[in-house]
């Protein structure tokens, strides 16, 4: 039996708020992304949290986000997939470790995959950049989407949704998250499906 990501109190959680890349903390909705990924990953009996569960959590807790990806058929299959991981295509994960081949493998990564551990350090520093001292959920999208290998990009190809189209839906939208624009986009704002 693999050992589980260990459960948490919420001072526990709040004494150990991932901080990522150069000093920058977690926005309270990243915050609460990042718990409830890893709420997933223990239901799902995995040993890190990855892209794919940093994805769904992000889907169910960030307006954001979820308003990216538009209205549509693809967003229902996207969350159908999602929802479906541990009894179908998301059985072979079971026991691996999801990762990009860019940084050697660590085990013990906070309880994150190599690949995840490297999209949370992608988003603080793309949070910096626009001078945000939070990362936002938005920025971990756009972190995840970046990487081909990414497990979550597995899942948008098979519900139909092209990264490199939502990367750039990302980009044309950037504006809205610079501190203090708050995106304020949220579920079924008019935008049209990817």
């Known amino acids: 039996m693999q050992p589980r990501i260990p459960r948490q109190s919420a001072q526990e959680q709040d004494r150990r708020r991932p901080a990522v890349a150069d000093g920058a903390r977690l926005s309270d909705e990243l915050a609460a992304v990042v718990s409830g990924a890893r709420r997933r990953a223990v239901r799902d009996g995995d040993r890190q949290i990855d892209s794919a569960q940093l994805l769904h959590s992000l889907l ?9 990806f538009g209205e549509g058929p693809q967003i229902a299959r996207l969350l159908g997939y999602l929802v479906q991981r541990t009894i179908g295509y998301g059985l072979r994960w079971q026991g691996t470790v999801e990762d990009s081949g860019a940084v050697p493998v660590l085990r013990d990564g906070e309880g994150f995959s190599p ?26 999208l756009a972190a995840i989407v970046a990487d081909p290998q990414a497990r979550a990009v597995e899942v948008l190809a098979r519900a139909g949704i092209d990264a490199a189209v939502l ?15 708050g995106g304020g986009g949220g579920v079924g704002d008019g935008d049209t499906a990817l």
């Not at 626009?130 to 920025?139: E, T, V």
Request: no cysteine; hydrophobic share 35%; charged share 40%.
């Open 115 to 140: 690949l995840a551990a490297s999209a949370m350090e992608h988003a603080s520093r793309r949070a910096a950049r626009r001078g945000d001292p939070q990362a936002r959920g938005i920025d971990l």
């Open 60 to 68: 169910e807790h960030d307006r954001d986000v979820y308003a990216v």
């Open 167 to 181: 990367r750039a839906r990302i980009d044309e939208r950037r504006d809205e998250y610079a501190v203090g624009g």
